[in-house]
């Protein structure tokens, strides 16, 4: 999967370098290019932003850069027909269904913004270009934060593990919290590695049975009581 990502904070995408999209990155299973959006601007002050048509607090950013900096992306792969993810807090919201829907998509370019947000004739003109597969604008809660930026990290990172050898433990993909099949919609339970007491507290005796289906239907259990504690909007009964 292609990744592109501008921004005009490149070195907050930085990250992605470390861990499990860092791995992903180097083994070459994801092909990682990140674009400082000032660098598609003309004037002294690199200007990126302006005061939004029709009054109110804040700036917009300007689709004039905007427009240079993906098609400058869009020409890196003439064959391919890339996604444009705006990330936004007013975009739908962003699931792990969405990450495993997205898992197998082959160009996806993010598009970061800042401020009060991007010239929304940037979205509309991207969704009408044959040359591109589509706009996704997407939000990942119901919080607001600064820029793109942040939403980009967990956005790629929540993908990258579901791509084939990444997590190198297909199982563990699986058995996630919010992961669909046999425990879809329900949370994880509590796990535990040695020492099997610490501080005075035991590793459930099950766990060191060696009973499977014991194990299994006390770790099912578990989960059922966790989502209905944590999370009683998932409905586990
Ligand atoms: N940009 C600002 N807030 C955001 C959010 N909640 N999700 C995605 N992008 C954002």
């Given at each position: 999967m292609r990744v592109d990502v501008v921004s005009i904070f490149p070195a907050y995408l930085d990250a992605l370098e470390l861990s499990l999209v860092g791995r992903a990155a180097h083994s070459g299973v994801i092909d990682l290019h990140v674009h400082d959006l000032r660098d598609f601007t003309h004037d002294r002050h690199r200007t990126v932003d302006d005061t939004p048509y029709g009054g109110g607090p804040g700036m917009v950013m300007s689709p004039v850069p905007w427009g240079e900096a993906l098609d400058h992306v869009r020409a890196q792969v003439p064959d391919e027909r890339p996604v444009l993810v705006i990330p936004t807090p007013s975009g739908r919201l962003f699931a792990q269904s969405t990450a495993t829907a997205w898992s197998t998509d082959t160009w996806l370019v993010f598009a970061c913004g800042r401020?009060?947000?991007?010239?929304s004739r940037v979205a509309e003109h991207y969704a009408q270009r044959a040359d591109w597969a589509g706009v996704r604008e997407v939000s990942i809660g119901d919080y607001v934060l600064a820029g793109g930026e942040a939403a980009v990290l967990v956005i790629v990172e929540a993908i990258a593990r579901l791509?084939?050898?990444?997590?190198?433990?297909?199982e563990s993909v699986r058995d996630?919290?919010?992961?669909?099949?046999?425990?879809?919609?329900l949370l994880e339970g509590p796990v535990y590695t040695k020492p099997p007491e610490w501080r005075g507290l035991d590793v459930p005796d099950v766990l060191l049975s060696g009973h499977h289906g014991q194990i299994a239907q006390w770790r099912e259990e578990r989960s059922r009581e966790r989502t209905a504690d944590m999370r009683p909007d998932l409905g586990a009964s």
């Amino acid at each position: 999967m292609r990744v592109d990502v501008v921004s005009i904070f490149p070195a907050y995408l930085d990250a992605l370098e470390l861990s499990l999209v860092g791995r992903a990155a180097h083994s070459g299973v994801i092909d990682l290019h990140v674009h400082d959006l000032r660098d598609f601007t003309h004037d002294r002050h690199r200007t990126v932003d302006d005061t939004p048509y029709g009054g109110g607090p804040g700036m917009v950013m300007s689709p004039v850069p905007w427009g240079e900096a993906l098609d400058h992306v869009r020409a890196q792969v003439p064959d391919e027909r890339p996604v444009l993810v705006i990330p936004t807090p007013s975009g739908r919201l962003f699931a792990q269904s969405t990450a495993t829907a997205w898992s197998t998509d082959t160009w996806l370019v993010f598009a970061c913004g800042r401020y009060e947000g991007i010239d929304s004739r940037v979205a509309e003109h991207y969704a009408q270009r044959a040359d591109w597969a589509g706009v996704r604008e997407v939000s990942i809660g119901d919080y607001v934060l600064a820029g793109g930026e942040a939403a980009v990290l967990v956005i790629v990172e929540a993908i990258a593990r579901l791509l084939p050898g990444v997590l190198g433990n297909e199982e563990s993909v699986r058995d996630d919290s919010f992961a669909t099949g046999a425990m879809s919609d329900l949370l994880e339970g509590p796990v535990y590695t040695k020492p099997p007491e610490w501080r005075g507290l035991d590793v459930p005796d099950v766990l060191l049975s060696g009973h499977h289906g014991q194990i299994a239907q006390w770790r099912e259990e578990r989960s059922r009581e966790r989502t209905a504690d944590m999370r009683p909007d998932l409905g586990a009964s």
